[in-house]
């Protein structure tokens, strides 16, 4: 069967639309009454195949094949796999590509111009010495930048008034792009710099495509009787599924049909047949060194056809940041700056550790065992993703040895909860099983002890670290002996009493427990996932609420003067949490983020500002938060006044006890 050639062709039923008003270029408007969508304003011959499309003036070369790679370009963007910048084929679960803005149409909209801007790094880039690669954007720069978040934040703003906050995610996304925009005030490399504005450029175009897609085409879409006019300012899709291209069209969204040429209906209405056209003007050179001009390409990070694996590859945030080199001098005062401050110290009077031989099924996959930086977050499949501001916050503070108290005037630094990275940085599977069982065994008698009584001192990480790795039938330790070791040993065993008789209990048991489930101990050399990011959200969060209660009875001692005030103030820290209460062991496990965690800017409001009135009774609370965070604020000053919080409430337990505290992280399953 021969591919036939297709000529213009009306039928004659539409020729009187013709006469009456004829479409004498591809620059007049469509009229809707006159085609269908599986009519022809424009139509090429792709193969074996035809592409039509009835409201649109140019047929797009579709990419979708199964050997398509998305890799970021020089510009930062995926070329003709981008749905940022081509047409895609139409997926359900992101609908709203289809009303992504297309450039070409806001050429003469200087408010938009930002949102395909291409960074040069002659011009635009303000190095932090010649020929160096790392630096920031030239303030214009940044402030056109900012006003493409304001624009954003205004008409997201808008929306949720006439939608009576429905869709709230939208107001998360807002942040998150604040959140890129950030990025922006530190120097970073030129690399990086490409890339992160290519990323909030995206974040800017969803945001505008979601609510065109919810102001304007959801409503559209639910009533097909009537065909609406094309906005060729969206980007469109691409389909082969009729009833997916008559939907989109009596929508008034650009939309391509593809079809086998040998089966298209010989009446079909053909405007024009025409070439067709390539992504000519998208990038698609690899990444060069700016200065020394060789090729550094970004990795593949997708191999696949036009799918939902490609909008969510190319969606995913940029995280492969160079880190800015230190000057030698300046690292020599660093690690011993970090040896007494936040990092584990290292011994250099005796040889290093030998590491064990590498394993692809250990748990842990990342670097050396000592030192971890515990200023930053823990980068493991094992530890659920700490919450945003909390990170923030502890990138941001001060951590100068200086600003720690007094011993006399310090509070505890030991841990009521073992430090989260004792389980995840381990160099065996036998080593994380017993980190694992140890605790298991231990959680429920010590949790309720530190509740009821917290003991003085707590451990330090060196007793957590000798007791969640001691042997379950260890006998009594010898408290005479002189050896260093064995007196820290003897020192753990007197402040785990009680779950040092649970380990040694433990010998011979085949099973610990988990929240009303047994779990069998030879699994946890190579346990699953989900189980160890439970454990570790539990202890994060359980963590940060018994440390918040230890640093409030340290710093707020004014507000606790007697039982009322005491019992008042016991209900302001509750407040906090949704659930009402300090404890997280004996309570359901949550399944969605929430309180401080939680994904909505109105849903997180309440709990900030219940944690704002309890640090607004602590030393040196900061002017900026005298006053209340509610929904009277502007949402870019409430935003800034959570993230003052964690930032003011991480220096506090820094300048306390003179290490970073545990904070709150999310739960790993929700996006």
Known sequence: MSIPVFKPFVRDGDRAFVISAPILSLTDDVRPGYLTATDAFCMATYGHRVITTPNMKFIPQPFDNESDIVQARADGRYWAVDPFQWPQTYDDSYA???????????????????????????????????????????????????????????????????????????????????????????????????????????????????????????????????THNVNPKWMGCITQDVAIATKVHAAGVPVWLIRDARLVQSNMNIIKVVSITPPNDLVIGMYHHPIKNFAQPFDIIARCPSNRRRHEAVRQPYSDFEKLPVPKPQVEQLVVKESLVGKARVDKGKAKAKLAPYDITAPRQNRAVSGRDKWSDIDHPYMPPMNSFFKTALQEAKKEFIRIKHPRDKMDDGYSLPDPGLFVNVLSPQSLMKHLANWLACRPTWLECVYEESPRPLPRAQNWRDFLISQHAQGPLDTQTSSK??????????????????LRALSGASNVHWRGKDIAISTLDNPPADLV??????????????????????????????????????????????????????????????????????????????????????????????????HTGREHDLWKGMKECCVFYVQSYFDNTGRPPIVPHLLYSVA
């Open 485 to 502: 070791t064995s007196k820290s040993k003897a020192a753990t065993a007197t402040l785990f009493q009680k779950e040092v008789t649970a």
């Open 533 to 630: 990011r439970q454990i570790m959200y539990e202890i994060c969060e359980q963590g940060f609420r018994y440390e918040l209660l230890d640093l409030d009875e340290h710093l707020g001692r004014d507000a606790r003067k007697d039982k009322e005030a005491r019992k008042e103030r016991m209900e302001l820290l509750r407040s906090i949490f949704p659930s009402k209460s300090l404890r997280v062991w004996n309570k359901d496990f949550p399944q969605e983020n929430d309180g401080l965690n939680a994904p909505s800017f109105d849903a997180a409001l309440p709990y900030f500002e219940s944690f704002r009135k309890v640090l607004s009774t602590w030393e040196r609370f900061p002017e900026s938060l005298k006053q209340p965070l509610n």
């Open 96 to 226: 709203r590509s289809f009303a992504i803005p297309r450039r070409e149409a806001y050429m003469d909209d200087s408010s938009m111009t930002y949102a395909w801007f291409r960074p040069a790094f002659a011009s635009d880039f303000v190095p932090l010495a010649p020929d160096n690669l790392f630096g920031q954007l030239k303030t214009d720069i940044l402030d056109h930048l900012k006003r493409l978040y304001e624009k954003a934040n205004k008409r997201v703003s808008s929306y949720k008034l006439t939608r009576l906050h429905k869709e709230d995610h939208v107001i998360g996304w807002v942040h998150a792009m604040r959140a890129v925009y950030e990025r922006f005030q530190q120097a970073m490399a030129w690399r990086d710099v490409v890339m992160v504005v290519a990323e909030y450029q995206h974040r800017f175009l969803d945001i505008w495509a979601l609510l065109d897609y919810c102001e304007i085409i959801e409503p559209r879409m639910r009533f097909v009787d009537t």
